[in-house]
């Protein structure tokens, strides 16, 4: 299957449906954003087992199908920051969707961009992204991923709501 995201977004328009496509580098502690033009993309193709934030400007919302098999990558965890998806499709708590980590050992915070600031969460919602901060480098053990997610325009100013697209068919 092409993992190009022109590919995988070809169900929505660029610039009208969303602006950006953009994913964490836990390494440099910094983002890396596809942005439609070739001079400024820094990917162009999306990773199994990443997580990607997708900016959706269209007032009525986007939303795309992605065929997804088992999930089969274990993310590696570093220290510091860590962008991480729900690994389900119905909200779950934090201590079930990190279950194989401990709070306090592996990590001390799991925080969500409220819209206005990132704020510390008990649940994880599809469709969602989050900031886990690590203690010490480990491997998270997720439970499957979605196959659908609805992006909606977040009409209070924000850019929109984010993605987790945690693993692709191969």
Do not use: C
């Not at 570093?78 to 050992?105: D, F």
């Not at 469709?127 to 690590?134: C, L, N």
Request: avoid cysteine.
């Amino acid at each position: 299957t092409n993992k190009a995201i022109s590919s995988v977004l070809s169900s929505l328009t660029f610039g009208t449906d969303y602006i950006q496509v953009s994913r964490y580098n836990a390494t440099t502690q910094k983002f890396e954003h596809y942005v439609n033009d070739s001079t400024f993309n820094e990917f162009t193709t999306l990773e199994e087992g990443r997580v990607y934030e997708i900016f959706v400007t269209n007032p009525a919302g986007a939303s795309f199908t992605l065929q997804v098999s088992s999930l089969s990558v274990n993310p590696s965890l570093k220290t510091s920051y860590n962008l991480i998806g729900s690994p389900s499709t119905r909200s779950i708590s934090k201590q079930e969707a990190l279950s194989n980590l401990i709070q306090g050992t592996d990590y001390d915070s799991l925080k969500v961009w409220d819209g206005a600031s990132f704020v510390e969460t008990t649940t994880l919602d599809p469709g969602k992204s989050y900031f886990i901060r690590m203690l010490r480098a480990a491997t998270w053990i997720p439970s499957k991923t979605p196959k659908t997610t609805r992006f909606t325009y977040d009409g209070d100013g924000g850019r929109g709501l984010d993605a987790a697209i945690a693993e692709l068919d191969q």
